[in-house]
């Protein structure tokens, strides 16, 4: 569902890109990319919105399973 990666200066979340869209509000404080979203090193990691990114993304992967299992009409 999502992928991280550590870095000099930041911490990477990717494959977020439909989350990024969604909670633009509450990612006002971090530099976001096309489905990226960096977080400081010097700053804590923000668990509750990490949690938010996870569960918009479990809810869109589910939502896409039932929707490819629904049958063709």
């Known amino acids: ?3 991280y990666a550590a ?3 930041h911490i990477g979340l990717y494959n ?3 989350a990024v869209h969604e909670l633009k509000g509450a990612l006002l404080n971090y530099e976001t990319g096309k ?3 960096r977080f400081p090193l010097e ?3 923000p668990v509750e919105l990490i949690q938010a990114v ?3 993304r479990v809810a869109e992967n589910r939502a896409a399973a039932v929707k490819k299992k629904a ?3």
């Open 1 to 3: 569902l999502l992928y």
């Open 7 to 9: 870095y000099e200066h």
């Open 71 to 73: 049958p063709k009409r």
């Open 54 to 56: 996870a569960a918009f």
């Open 16 to 18: 977020a890109s439909s």
């Open 35 to 37: 489905g990226t979203l």
């Open 43 to 45: 700053e804590p990691l």
